[in-house]
Nanobody, 116 residues
Framework: QVHLVESGGGLVQPGGSLRLSCLASVSIFSLNAVDWYRQAPGSQRELVASISTDGSTYYLHSAKGRFTISRDNAKNTVFLQMNGLEPEDTAVYYC??????????WGQGTQVTVSA
């Protein structure tokens, strides 16, 4: 069983920054990867960024150059630093631990709203 808890969301003006955190109940070394997804109203959930145990990363095209995924192994936490936020980034952001003994684990989500 893996529990994931996201935090750090909020309301920010366009061009602003937020840092999201995903705290895992297990060592993140034991996870194949940790992903950040987002879901806007009326839209499908989409993968925003991912970090693997070897440190390799993936970014959604629109997130490249603005978002950075990183991890603190000692704190079992994965971060998503988001800079240059745009209204189109408004969504609920979820972290996910994929394929852990054949099961995906999700956090409860944190709301990010980008608005003037």
């Amino acid at each position: 069983q893996v529990h994931l808890v996201e935090s750090g969301g909020g309301l920010v003006q366009p061009g602003g920054s937020l840092r999201l955190s995903c705290l895992a109940s297990v060592s993140i070394f034991s996870l194949n990867a940790v992903d950040w997804y987002r879901q806007a109203p009326g839209s499908q959930r989409e993968l925003v960024a991912s970090i693997s145990t070897d440190g390799s990363t993936y970014y959604l095209h629109s997130a490249k150059g603005r978002f950075t995924i990183s991890r603190d192994n000692a704190k079992n936490t994965v971060f998503l630093q988001m800079n240059g936020l745009e209204p189109e980034d408004t969504a609920v952001y979820y972290c996910k631990a994929p394929a852990v003994a054949g099961r995906n684990y999700w956090g409860q989500g944190t709301q990010v709203t980008v608005s003037a």
